[in-house]
């Protein structure tokens, strides 16, 4: 028989930095691995062959059972702020296979989640459980079809074990590709406890790999910093604009590249509300949706705090830099989000004026509770039910001040709408569905429901008509939503 070649091309730049970023660990081999998802058109872009990987030996890779040929696995070190205090962390149930570059060039780290002890696990089992796993792929698979940027999710592997939690849970092993796993953790983690130079080789490291020809520029760590706070403004608008919420916005869980990582206790917004937050444990609402933009800021600081050696010789001089560098991000910000809440509403131009009118349709959207995602589907649609938004006569006064607006454009009005189409989804992974989803999945073993799902999320800006039903809200509930952080 001819042994298939999956197609792995490892180059791993990583596992060149000092050591003090990494501990060399395999993964822990499971008992019984058994593909449970495979993505498909992920595994095509990523130039992996699909049979290869779903035959015995793909699986045992992506169960962390073997080790492809180039692939040097190791925990990467990290620290972070979690809920604002600072501690060491690292991968604790994580191992980087390695760096795979794709057919057509493009660098992405493959890392198993869930496979086993590190040196990083501290109290902790290692290992993941499958709900949760199965989650971080449905909504990171989601986000990736949104335009949001983030990390992507290869296959899960369902072990054949259980992991004591709570309960007895059957645990699974998530492929994860991202294009690094660099975060704002990894460098307070230098700062705090390398030396400068070896800080220095994890800024070049970060900008080889994120920002080619960084290097030329007059102050290259400068703009390093520059092109991190530029991106994560840009996501943290777009997570915005779709009322997604993070849940767990700790600085390990804040990426370099500008990804959105870590899909622990996240959820999207049902109705409209800025203090929305639905983490167990998250009980002040540091994470509440309104509030991550500032956090990213906050976050971004620590980011600041920990390239300063670098920024320059004089220390009065470095600060000053990094300041106005840290300046820009509200700024930037703002303006990633304005654009945004004009796309959303069809506007193409920019006018005096349109910060007021979101303001305001946020405003009725917030004291009539409506749906978020429905309200600007059903603006996008120009079908008006279901909502008590819709019946109020301050809605169609604004309704009336935005056709005005929208008359004012250049454009045609087909092509405002056409634009509200591609900025208002009309599906995004409700929780309901979600667990719905997952419930079939974890307690049946179906994984119908999660498949179909998954199609009418791959493509959110459709309005095909089987995307309809995903639009429906859940019944109304007297529990608030909880997520758990499914460790
Ligand atoms: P997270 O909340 O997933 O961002 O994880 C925060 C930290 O806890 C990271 O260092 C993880 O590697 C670690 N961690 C989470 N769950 C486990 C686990 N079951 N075993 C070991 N370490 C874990
Ligand atoms: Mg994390």
């Known amino acids: 028989m001819i042994k298939l070649d999956a197609g792995w091309t490892f180059d791993n730049r990583y596992a060149r930095l000092p050591e003090r970023f990494f501990s060399r660990v395999s993964p822990t081999p499971v008992r019984a691995p058994k593909l449970a998802v495979f993505n498909r058109s992920l595994a095509e872009e990523l130039g992996l062959n699909e049979e290869a990987l779903r035959s015995e030996a793909g699986v045992a890779v992506l169960a962390g059972n073997r080790i492809p040929d180039g692939a040097e696995p190791l925990a990467q070190a990290y620290a972070g702020h979690q809920f604002g205090y600072f501690t060491m962390l690292g991968d604790g149930r994580a191992v980087l296979l390695g760096e795979h ?6 660098r992405v780290d493959i890392q198993l989640k869930g496979s086993g002890r590190t040196p990083y696990s501290r109290g902790g089992d290692g290992r993941a459980a499958l709900g949760p796993m199965l989650r971080e792929y449905i909504v990171s698979e989601a986000m990736h079809a949104l335009g949001i940027p983030t990390t992507r999710s290869l296959a899960v592997v369902t072990t054949g074990e259980t992991i004591r939690r709570e309960t007895e849970l059957p645990g699974a092993v998530l492929t994860r590709v991202a294009s690094s796993h660099l975060r704002v953790g990894t460098f307070q983690y230098a700062a705090q406890w390398g030396t400068k130079e070896e800080l220095r080789a994890l800024a070049d490291y970060a900008l080889e790999r994120h920002f080619p020809g960084g290097e030329e520029t007059e102050n290259r760590y400068l703009f390093l910093l520059e092109q991190v706070i530029a991106r994560q403004a840009a996501l943290i608008a777009k997570w915005q604009l779709v009322g997604f919420v993070h849940g767990v916005m700790n600085t390990d869980n804040m990426t370099i590249s500008g990804e959105t990582i870590d899909y622990g206790p996240c959820a999207f917004m049902d109705t409209y509300d800025l203090k929305t937050v639905f983490s167990s444990i998250d009980t002040e609402g540091r994470y509440a949706y309104g509030n991550q933009p500032y956090i990213g800021g906050w976050n971004l600081a620590r980011l600041v705090e920990s390239l300063l050696p670098l920024l320059n010789e004089d220390e009065k001089k470095a600060v000053a830099l990094a300041q106005e560098a840290l300046d820009q991000y509200p ?4 303006r990633y989000w304005l654009d945004g809440m004009r796309a959303k509403l069809g506007l193409a131009e920019a006018q005096e004026g349109d910060g007021g009118l979101i303001a305001d349709l946020l405003g009725l959207m917030e004291e009539y509770r409506a749906d978020y995602t429905n309200t600007f589907r059903a603006l996008t649609l120009g079908e008006y039910t279901g909502m008590a938004l819709f ?11 935005w056709q005005t607006r929208l008359s004012q454009e250049s454009v045609s009005r087909e092509e405002a709408y056409e634009r509200m189409r591609r900025h208002n989804p009309a599906v995004i992974p409700r929780n309901h569905r979600v667990e719905e989803a997952l419930a079939a999945a974890v307690d049946d073993g179906d994984y119908s429901v999660m498949e179909r799902f998954l199609k009418a999320l791959a493509d959110p800006y459709a309005y095909s008509p089987e995307q309809a039903e ?9 529990r608030p939503y909880r997520t758990f952080c499914g460790t």
Do not use: Q
């Open 331 to 334: 700024t930037l910000y703002h």
């Open 101 to 106: 570059v794709t057919p057509s060039g493009k």
């Open 391 to 401: 019946d109020a006569s301050e809605f169609r006064e604004w309704h009336e001040r």
């Open 470 to 478: 995903y639009a429906e809200l859940p019944p109304p509930s007297d």
